[in-house]
């Protein structure tokens, strides 16, 4: 059948059979819990089953001391733009401590080994309880997947109320321009197989823990 034809037959069914139109209004499905945004925040990220912290900037080594302690950490992947340093973090070096400073070729190894990670985000998203993550030389994809235990400094100044300005946030963390690649984290990476059996760590962390400073 020649495409004139089939052109032709649905123009004639066209005139037999009007299609009607109608103008609905937009509804928002996604509304918003609650007004505050870091109340809304804590509340979603926390039914998105992450572990949540919330301190002063001033307090930040000794939550993250506190959220290292829980994971059991024994290795920990840094990435190298945290807002505080190192030391901070692990007065008592209790953990090797890993900066995120080369290629993965480099370290392959003793990268898939490495238990823990810790990264700043670069925006919270309030009303699906997400964090949004711009992968850099500082944190490079990896820092956010490759590790069981994850854990996410947020500063609460970087909340914004929905996905349309989280994106705008990662767009403006590169210089107006979207990152070729960026990741919003709900939580513990988790899947469910055809028996809705959900397992967790499949595609990322296992278990994640966001310190709100």
Wanted: aromatic share 6%; hydrophobic share 40%; charged share 20%.
């Amino acid at each position: 059948m020649s495409k004139q034809v089939v052109i032709e037959r649905i123009q004639n069914a066209l005139k037999r059979h009007t299609i009607s139109h109608e103008n609905l209004p937009y509804q928002n499905m996604i509304t918003d819990a609650k007004a505050d945004l870091i109340e809304q925040y804590k509340h979603l990220q926390e039914l998105n089953r992450s572990q949540l912290t919330e301190c002063a900037k001033e307090d930040l080594p000794g939550a993250i001391q506190e959220a290292l302690k829980g994971f059991e950490t024994q290795k920990l992947l840094c990435a190298t733009n945290l807002p505080c340093s190192l030391e901070k973090l692990d007065p008592q070096n209790l953990y090797q401590k890993i900066p995120y400073d080369k290629p993965v070729e480099a370290f392959k190894e003793e990268l898939f080994n490495i238990d823990t990670a810790i990264l700043e985000a670069t925006c919270g998203v309030a009303n699906l309880g997400i964090v949004g993550v711009v992968s850099s030389k500082f944190a490079p994809r990896l820092t956010s997947l490759i590790t069981l235990k994850c854990v996410i400094l947020l500063d609460q100044s970087k909340i914004v109320q929905n996905l349309a300005q989280g994106l705008e946030a990662l767009k403006n963390a590169k210089e107006g321009r979207l990152p070729t690649n960026m990741l919003f984290i709900g939580g513990p990476s988790r899947t469910a197989d055809i028996e809705l059996k959900t397992v967790f760590g499949v595609h990322g962390p296992m278990a994640t823990h966001v310190i709100l400073y």
